[in-house]
C-alpha cells in the first residue's frame, strides 16, 4: 500500500534568520514548483518547513543545489468531509491499532471536503495505511498532489 | 615590598639568575634524558651556559613536550620528594602535570607572599580567595601567599554569589582574590540584592587574574568596589599564580629571580629587544621537581626593564595581548577549538564544520559553538533535533568543563558570513563593557 498511497515530503532545515523563507520560496517559484499542501514547525531557533508539491524530484534538486539541508520524507494523506468529527474518526482508528502520529497538517480541498496529511514512523506506515483503508477512509492517492 | 631583591640593582639580579640558571641546566640535563637530548643534537653542554645571555641559544620546551612525558616524565626528583601534583586540561587527550617539592612550595609561597605584599596585605586583612579551589593552581597559590603574609584566609573559592557576598559583608573582607569577571558579577549581584557596595564592604585591594581584562573592565572594578586593582600573572606549568605581579603603580613585575623572561618572535623563535612585542618565554631557575628552559606561553606580551616608581627594579611586563595560537580563556577555563572539535566527531554523523563564538553574558563569558545540520544529520522533527543539541551540549560540558550552547545552523551560514577558515568569532573585545 505504501507504493499505492504513499506520498513524497519534503523536510527543510531553516535558521530562525530573516528572509530565509523568502529564498525557499523564491527558489521554488523560479523552478515553477507548484507547493500543494505546507506546515511550519518551530523552535526557538530554527524551524522545518514540510511541503508536498507538484514535483518532488525537481523540488528536491533545486533546494539542494541552492543549499538547503533537506529530508525527503514519506507521508500519507486521506480525504474527509469538512463536517465536525472527521478528524477524529482519523486519529481515533489510529489510536486504536496503537499507532502513534508523528505530525499532521490539514487543508480543506474544496467541495467540502478537507484533505491531511500525517506522518507516522516509517515502521507503522504499511499498518496505518491497512487500517485506515479498513476503516472505511479515503485514502489518496499521490497523483492528486503530482502533476 | 616581601623581598628586598625586588629592588635590588640589576648586576646584582643578574648574577644571581646566571648562578641559578647553571644549576638549573646542570640539574635538567643530568637528570632528564629529554634535556640531555635535545641538548646533545645542537652540541650543547650545561658549561656552555655562563650567563643570563647564553639562554637564547638554548631549546625551547613546548606545553606538547609536557604532554608527550605524561605524567611524570620531566620531573628530575624522585616521587617521595614530590608534595603536591596539579594538573590542567589538555586539548584532547592528557592534561598536563605540574608537580611540586617541599622547596617548590616554599618558592610558590615566597613570590604570592610578594603579590600579596603589593598592597601590603597582612594580620588584620580579611583575604576573601574566590579562585577556585582544587586541580587549578589559582585557589592554592593565592590561599598560601595569603597565609604567608599572615591574614586571614577565607577560602570560599567559586560558586555561590549571594553567600560569598555575605560572608564578604560579614566577615569584614578587605581584599578579593578572583577573576576579573567574577569580580564584576558578585558587583552586580550585589547592587540587584540592594547592597550598598562601598558601605556594606570594606574591600580595599583586589588581586584578578586567569583570564584577560580590558581597561574597562579593570575601571569598573575599581568604580563599583572601590579597590586598588592588582593584576596577578602565572601558569600552572612555571608555577602557578605568582610568576609576575601587578603593583599600585600598574605595572606588572616579573618575579625573575625565580622565573626568567624572555620574548622572542614566534615564527623564527629569535629573542627580541626590550620594547617590542612578541611571545613570552620562561625558563625557572630555582625549582626543583619540574625545572623548565624556556617554555613558550603561546602569550603575545613586551617587556621593560626601567625601574618602576614603586621602586623595584625586576623587569615589567605589560598586560597578554593575546596568544599566538587560538586557545581561548572562558572564564578562567582553557578551551581550544580542537576540544571541540573532538566532541563533534564523536557524534555519530556531524560533519566537523563548526563556528565557535564568544560573548559575554552579562559580564561572564558566553561561548556558543555552531553545528552545521546537513542533510545526513537533519531529522525531521523538533524534537531529534533538541535531543542531538542536548546531547552535544552535555558532551562538551564533559569534556572541555564549561557550559557551552550549541545553535544548530543551516551549512551555508558559516560559510557565507564568515569564510570557511575561521573558526572563531571574538565577540568579547569588539562589543566592549557593561559598566
Known amino acids: ?147 | 615590598m616581601w623581598n628586598p631583591i625586588e629592588s635590588a640593582p640589576r648586576e646584582e639580579l643578574e648574577r644571581l639568575q646566571a648562578k641559578r640558571l647553571r644549576d638549573t641546566v646542570e640539574r635538567v640535563y643530568h637528570l632528564v634524558p629529554f634535556y640531555r637530548k635535545k641538548f646533545d643534537e645542537i652540541g650543547m653542554k650545561p658549561a656552555h651556559v655562563k650567563s643570563v645571555e647564553d639562554l637564547k641559544n638554548l631549546p625551547f620546551t613546548t606545553k606538547q613536550d609536557l604532554r608527550d612525558h605524561y605524567p611524570f616524565g620531566l620531573f628530575t626528583v624522585p616521587m617521595d620528594q614530590v608534595v603536591r601534583i596539579h594538573s590542567s586540561s589538555g586539548t584532547t587527550g592528557k592534561p598536563t602535570v605540574v608537580g611540586y617539592t617541599a622547596h617548590d612550595m616554599g618558592v610558590w609561597k615566597e613570590v604570592m607572599a610578594r603579590t600579596m605584599s603589593m598592597m601590603n596585605v597582612g594580620p588584620g586583612d580579611v583575604v576573601h580567595n574566590a579562585y577556585g579551589y582544587g586541580l587549578f593552581t589559582g585557589g592554592l597559590g593565592f590561599h598560601y601567599g595569603a597565609e604567608e603574609v599572615g591574614a586571614a584566609v577565607v577560602p570560599s573559592s567559586g560558586g555561590f554569589t549571594k553567600r560569598q557576598l555575605l560572608l564578604m559583608k560579614d566577615f569584614g573582607a578587605t581584599v578579593l582574590c578572583s577573576t576579573p569577571s567574577f569580580a564584576l558579577h558578585l558587583a552586580e549581584v550585589a547592587q540587584d540584592e540592594g547592597y550598598d557596595l562601598k558601605k556594606d564592604f570594606r574591600i580595599r585591594a583586589g588581586f584578578f587574574g586567569a583570564e584577560p581584562a580590558s581597561e574597562g573592565l579593570r575601571n569598573a572594578l575599581r568604580d563599583a568596589w572601590g579597590l586598588v586593582y592588582i593584576e596577578a600573572y602565572g601558569l600552572s606549568e612555571i608555577i602557578g599564580p605568582g610568576v609576575a605581579s601587578g603593583c599600585p603603580y600598574g605595572n606588572l613585575h616579573v618575579f625573575e629571580d625565580h622565573f626568567i623572561p624572555e620574548v622572542i618572535d614566534t615564527e623564527t623563535g629569535e629573542v627580541l629587544p626590550e620594547g617590542e612585542e612578541g611571545e613570552l618565554v620562561f625558563t625557572t631557575v630555582t625549582k626543583q621537581a619540574l625545572p623548565i628552559i624556556r617554555y613558550r606561553t603561546k602569550d603575545i606580551t613586551v617587556l621593560h626593564r626601567q625601574p618602576c616608581k614603586c621602586g623595584r627594579t625586576i623587569t615589567i611586563m605589560e598586560s597578554v595581548k593575546g596568544r599566538a595560537d587560538d586557545m581561548l580563556i572562558v572564564n578562567g577555563v582553557n578551551v581550544f577549538p580542537s576540544q571541540v572539535e573532538h566532541v563533534l566527531t564523536k557524534i555519530e554523523g556531524i560533519t566537523p564544520n563548526y563556528v565557535i563564538v564568544l560573548d559575554k553574558k552579562g559580564v561572564l563569558d558566553k561561548l556558543e559553538v555552531w553545528v552545521e545540520v546537513d542533510d545526513r544529520t537533519f531529522a525531521d522533527g523538533i524534537g531529534a533535533l533538541e535531543t542531538l543539541k542536548s546531547k552535544l551540549q552535555q558532551e562538551m560540558l564533559n569534556d572541555l568543563y564549561i557550559n557551552v550552547r550549541v545553535k544548530l545552523v543551516e551549512p551555508k551560514t558559516l560559510e557565507r558570513s564568515m569564510g570557511k577558515a575561521k573558526r572563531i568569532i571574538d565577540k568579547r573585545e569588539a562589543e566592549g563593557l557593561k559598566s
Open chain 1, 1 to 147: 500500500m505504501i507504493k499505492k498511497y504513499g506520498i513524497k515530503q519534503l523536510s527543510i532545515f531553516l535558521e530562525n534568520r530573516k528572509g530565509r523563507l523568502l529564498e525557499v520560496t523564491e527558489a521554488l517559484k523560479d523552478a515553477s514548483i507548484n507547493i500543494r499542501a505546507l506546515a511550519l514547525a518551530e523552535s526557538a531557533e530554527f524551524g522545518i518547513l514540510r511541503l508536498v508539491v507538484n514535483n518532488p524530484e525537481k523540488a528536491k534538486s533545486v533546494l539542494s543545489s541552492s543549499g538547503f539541508t533537506l529530508k525527503e520524507q514519506e507521508v500519507f494523506a486521506v480525504e474527509v468531509a469538512d463536517e465536525p468529527g472527521s478528524f477524529y474518526e482519523v486519529v481515533k482508528i489510529l489510536t486504536q491499532n496503537d499507532i502513534n502520529v508523528d505530525y499532521t497538517y490539514a487543508f480543506v480541498g474544496g467541495a467540502s471536503k478537507a484533505v491531511l496529511i500525517f506522518k507516522v514512523p516509517s515502521d507503522m506506515l504499511e499498518k496505518a495505511l491497512g487500517v485506515l483503508d479498513q476503516g472505511g477512509i479515503t485514502l489518496v492517492k499521490p497523483m492528486f498532489f503530482y502533476d
